[in-house]
């Protein structure tokens, strides 16, 4: 079981910034794209971001294009996400999340193809 650890979550003013982390326990960890999802009260789970396995491809929602950078440090076992000018839009939990199958980036969008989450990090942005 692989166990999927976030941080950086809280409060900020609209225009803000913050970090996400995300420690995984994944021996393979090099192997696996990551993802960014959250959910916002009332709302369906919704893609964010994704970054391939050695960190070359990155994919993001039109809705945080510009201001959010997903990036990852494989000799930690991390994933980030930058975010940028925040809005209080983004208001939401944000999980982290590691695809079923390694080296696999297809239907990025769609939840079934993530195995892992984690146990999600509230992002709250005040206007």
């Known amino acids: 079981q692989v166990q999927l650890v976030e941080s950086g979550g809280g409060l900020v003013q609209a225009g803000g910034s913050l970090r996400l982390s995300c420690v995984s326990s994944?021996?393979?960890?090099?192997?696996?794209?990551m993802g960014w999802f959250r959910q916002a009260p009332g709302k369906e789970r919704e893609f964010v971001s994704l970054?391939?396995?050695?960190?070359?491809?990155?994919y993001y929602a039109e809705s945080v294009e510009g201001r959010f950078t997903v990036s990852r440090d494989n000799t930690k076992n991390t994933v980030y996400l930058q975010m940028n000018s925040l809005k209080p839009e983004d208001t939401a939990i944000y999980y982290c999340?590691?695809?079923?199958?390694?080296?696999?980036?297809?239907?990025?969008?769609?939840?079934?193809?993530?195995?892992?989450w984690g146990q999600g990090t509230q992002v709250t942005v005040s206007s």
């Open positions: 999340t590691q695809r079923e199958r390694q080296y696999d980036v297809e239907n990025y969008r769609n939840t079934l193809e993530y195995k892992y």
């Open positions: 994944e021996r393979t960890f090099s192997s696996y794209a």
């Open positions: 970054i391939s396995w050695r960190g070359r491809s990155t």
